[in-house]
């Protein structure tokens, strides 16, 4: 092949992900790519995703979205963080809040480490007490950050609940005013060039063939030009995160309108809430092993705060990755690439993210097996590394349930194991290369699901124990206080970004 700069890009698939990819690389390649988008109404999207990681107001940011504008379009709502309800054992709680944990470090020791000596002395309440943005969400109060020095409130970390159907036709407005042209059609062939095998044309139910020098395959989980084309292969994580089915509902909401995202755990798996400005969605993960279809949308529908807007809706998955998210000329983004349950509502951070790695990576002709195995390897990290981290919320619990059971017995990566360890003996944790998650967010779950340090870092000594008392309640009487001068989320959202129809 030759070298020169790619000029034709063909994306498949109009999800959330098509038009997050065609919406990004129209706005940073400008006229230098021609961008084709296809998408077929009649097979439609997979249309849930409606819980997001503050991450994604970057991406909002680099396609110049107002926020504001975004939150109306999307019948948006703000999050700090998700509520795990149960996932240790029933009636206990805790919370996985955006942010840090306490206020600000003490020389190198986190703060954390003090509230654990206090802790363990019976002198601390819940660790959530002392994360800013969990007590603004329980008492159901948000304020964007605003610069007050020294104040909580000048580091209040977000990200939004929305409508990911709403989000997708909002993108097509801005990929589509920047050139972008989208077609309507279903693709049935493919055709690959018989030396190198990388994709020439999609062939449409048209008779049209669009051809195109890079792929981008967002077909969503059919993987079309990923799999059932380039056959590229998948690694199955079900041993590791055994639920392999949801059922999908939206109900009438309800007030108060809470800044957060609840994922109950349930008989053999788990339910999700998420509040929006005009419903609340909310779905049953689960396991098929323990629990039937109907069993499993009689107990959803058992358990919604308002009335049901719908039927449940079934959806089917295998958890997992594609063994190669760049194969070729082809590169899978979104549910095309693999999947993970929305515990920790990763799917469209894995968009966005790959999304970004694309553009580090963008090639050109004559594509280097290089870099392609260098991307892979920076996404598959990524995968592998959250994939640990939802792990964690399964194996340690208490619950009796036999599904629960097994996950409490099941083998699991050697990496999660190393840090459980780590952090039960000593406190410690460590944010590794490109992790998603960081200290705040190991640290969190992993005393919400029960596993307290062993010991405190000895630095925590050289402050006296009276000292020690008072900075540590100081910490808690602070964030309280800064939450009370938020308002209410609901109030805020009326002040700035209501949706016309609410
Ligand atoms: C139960 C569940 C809950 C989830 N919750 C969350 C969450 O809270 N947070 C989060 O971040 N993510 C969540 N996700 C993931 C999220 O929904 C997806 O990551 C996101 O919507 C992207 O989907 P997609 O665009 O890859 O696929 P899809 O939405 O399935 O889109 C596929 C596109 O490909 C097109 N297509 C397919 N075949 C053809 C063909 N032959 N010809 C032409 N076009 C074709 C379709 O028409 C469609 O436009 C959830 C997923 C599931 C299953």
């Not at 969605?281 to 039937?292: A, K, T």
Request: glycine share 10%; hydrophobic share 40%.
């Amino acid at each position: 092949m030759s070298t020169g700069f790619i000029r034709k890009l063909t994306i498949v698939g109009g999800g959330t992900a098509g038009w997050m990819t065609a919406a990004a690389l129209s706005k940073l390649f400008g006229t230098q790519l021609h961008i084709r988008l296809i998408e077929s109404e009649e097979i439609g999207t997979v249309g849930v995703g409606e819980a997001t990681i503050p991450q994604i107001r970057l991406f909002n940011a680099t396609l110049g979205l107002d926020e504001n504008e975004f939150i109306r379009e999307t019948q948006g709502s703000f999050k700090l963080g998700i509520e795990f309800n149960g996932w240790l054992r029933e009636g206990q709680a805790y919370m996985h809040a955006f942010g840090a944990i306490g206020g600000r470090d003490l020389g190198l020791v986190p703060f954390y480490h003090y509230w654990i000596k206090q802790h363990r002395a019976g002198r601390a309440g819940p660790l959530g007490d002392y994360v800013f943005n969990s007590v603004a969400a329980y008492q159901n109060r948000f304020l964007r950050s605003a610069s007050i020095p020294n104040s909580p409130l000048s580091n209040v970390q977000h990200a939004f609940h929305f409508d990911a159907g709403l989000y997708a036709r909002y993108l097509r407005r801005h990929a589509e005013a920047n050139g972008v042209q989208r077609t309507e059609g279903k693709v049935v062939d493919v055709g690959l060039d018989p030396e190198s095998g990388y994709i020439r044309h999609v062939q449409l139910d048209s008779g049209e063939q669009v051809e195109g020098e890079l792929f981008i395959d967002c077909s969503g989980f059919r993987g079309l030009l990923i799999e059932q084309t380039l056959k590229t292969g998948y690694h199955d994580w079900r041993q590791y995160l055994p639920c392999d089915r949801a059922m999908a509902v939206p109900c009438a909401s309800v007030a108060p309108l809470t800044p957060y995202t609840r994922a109950t755990a349930r008989t053999a798996g788990w339910q999700w809430r998420i509040p929006l400005q005009h419903r609340i969605g909310n779905g049953l993960v689960y396991c098929s092993e323990f629990i039937s279809d109907d069993e499993a949308a009689a107990l959803l529908l058992a358990n919604l705060d308002g009335k049901a807007l719908a039927e449940p809706r079934p959806l089917r998955f295998v958890t997992g990755m594609r063994k190669q998210f760049w194969n070729r000329n082809c590169i899978a983004i979104g549910l095309a690439s693999g999947f993970m349950e929305p515990l920790e509502s990763t799917s469209i951070h894995f968009i966005q993210s790959s999304i970004g790695k694309l553009v580090a990576f963008f090639p050109q002709h004559g594509f280097s097996q290089t870099e392609i195995d260098e991307y892979n390897r920076q996404v598959q990290f990524e995968f592998i590394r959250s994939r640990d981290f939802l792990v964690l919320h399964y194996l340690a619990n208490q619950r009796e349930e036999p599904f629960w059971q097994r996950c409490r017995t099941m083998q699991i990566p050697e990496t999660l194991q190393q840090k459980i360890e780590l952090f039960r003996c000593s406190g410690r944790v460590f944010k590794e290369h490109e992790e998603l998650f960081t200290e705040p967010s190991w640290v969190q779950v992993m005393i919400g699901q029960g596993i307290i340090p062993e010991r405190h870092h000895p630095m925590v000594e050289t402050l006296g124990e009276e000292e020690t008392r008072r900075m540590v309640d100081g910490v808690g009487a602070l964030l309280q206080r800064a939450a009370q001068v938020m308002p209410e989320h609901a109030e805020y959202i009326a002040k700035t970004c209501a949706s016309a129809v609410g």
